[in-house]
Nanobody, 125 residues
């Protein structure tokens, strides 16, 4: 599976961005897809995930109310709509796909076997 992420950029605090992640080469539907991010000098952290069947979404507390994950089954694409961005949202954002994530593991990077190349999001104050 190849994951191609795009949509990052430079935005002022309070602004919005929409990230996209298109999957190709897939022979079956994933169990879940997610976005993680990694800021300079910090560990990669979970941002949001979505179950491919049913569309249940999960978020880390710091982005609830500002960021929405969604997916388009027909396009094999997952999106991350980010509003009211803050400087602390600055990071490289990675999309990931899982064939076996469950509720208790959906926030763990180890649950995801396929990763995109990352897209830079920079929020200026």
């Amino acid at each position: 599976v190849q994951l191609q992420a795009c949509g990052g950029g430079l935005v002022q605090a309070g602004g919005s961005l929409r990230l996209s992640c298109a999957a190709s080469g897939r022979t079956r539907r994933p169990n879940a897809m997610a976005w993680f991010r990694q800021a300079p000098g910090k560990a990669r952290e979970f941002v949001a995930a979505i179950k491919w069947i049913g569309g249940s979404a999960y978020y880390t507390d710091s982005v609830k109310g500002r960021i929405t994950i969604s997916r388009d089954n027909a396009k094999n694409t997952v999106y991350l709509q980010m509003n009211n961005l803050k400087p602390e949202d600055t990071a490289v954002y990675y999309c990931a796909s899982s064939n076996g994530a469950i509720i208790s593991t959906i926030h763990l990077s180890q649950a995801y076997g396929d990763w995109g190349q990352g897209t830079q999001v920079t929020v200026s104050s």
